[in-house]
């Protein structure tokens, strides 16, 4: 798949890890804490399975998977819930003449074509299409997020809309998915904070992934959604006791 001026066959998760990794030797790090929210969650997962040696802990916020479930969940089932956002949504997928009908195929490909479509105006109209779903489904419990320009640059509105519907549309590039290979972070501590009312991104990932991770610890914020204040200051705790938690181990064992 190729959006004008930028090939995106190399963009996948297998490349990111990778650079996650160089970075790390720059660095000079030996082993470190690996801590993302929502995407970043998946990228964190990937790179701790594809490296779990060089994983000290984890800590997670609004968790996501990315796996065939989650991606439809939130491209298609939360339609359920914001029933007339979706309609316009997959309405004008069905209008813009590739072949996309509701109920036969997924909504989430028939963006990434349109998103790489060589007529700009085409990806223009796609990219204001989906960000204006973006905001709708993550509404709940995040207090609103739409609004206050966020998506008036037009490069970073076509950027996002591009790599997060490439993505998707791939299952977040991953084969076995994440919660298929869990055996690989055995081990390596764990806190995941997610909020009952992200109604985009169901707490049913991170409650699978909590019981196939023994040791993880799971917090769930009831009265938030896909972020929130209360989240972020968990978040910002659970980082700060992992971390507290590691230097106090490395300490013990350089006395031993």
Excluded at 77 to 92: Q, S, Y
Excluded at 163 to 170: D, E, G, K, S
Excluded at 216 to 235: F, K, N, Q
């Amino acid at each position: 798949m190729t959006a004008p001026g930028y090939d995106l066959a190399t963009n996948t998760t297998g490349p990111l890890i990778g650079d996650l990794e160089l970075l790390r030797e720059h660095l000079g790090i030996e082993r470190w804490l690996v801590s993302g929210v929502s995407w970043g969650c998946t990228l964190a997962l990937a790179y701790a399975q594809a490296h779990p040696e060089r994983v000290l802990g984890v800590v997670l916020m609004a968790v996501t998977t990315t796996d065939r479930f989650y991606v439809d969940w939130i491209t298609e089932t939360v339609g359920a819930i914001f029933p007339e956002a979706w309609d316009r949504l997959a309405g004008h997928a069905e209008r813009a003449g590739i072949g996309y009908r509701r109920g036969q195929g997924r909504l989430v490909e028939a963006y990434a074509r349109l998103l790489c479509d060589p007529d700009a105006a085409v990806r223009d109209a796609a990219s204001r299409a989906w960000v204006r779903w973006e905001d709708e489904h993550i509404s709940i419990g995040t207090g609103g997020v739409g609004g206050g320009g966020r998506w008036e640059d037009n490069e970073h509105r076509l950027v996002f809309a591009t790599l997060v519907t490439h993505y998707w549309a791939a299952d977040g590039f991953l084969s076995p998915p994440i919660l298929e290979r869990m055996e690989r972070l055995a081990g390596i501590p764990a806190t995941l904070i997610h909020g009952r009312r992200d109604v985009s991104g169901p707490a049913r990932a991170a409650w699978q992934l909590h019981r196939s991770w023994p040791g993880s610890e799971l917090v769930i914020e009831e009265a938030e959604g896909h972020g929130g204040p209360a989240m972020v200051a968990r978040w910002r705790e659970a980082n700060s006791r992992m971390a507290d938690l590691i230097q106090s181990s490395r300490r013990s064992d350089a006395r031993d």
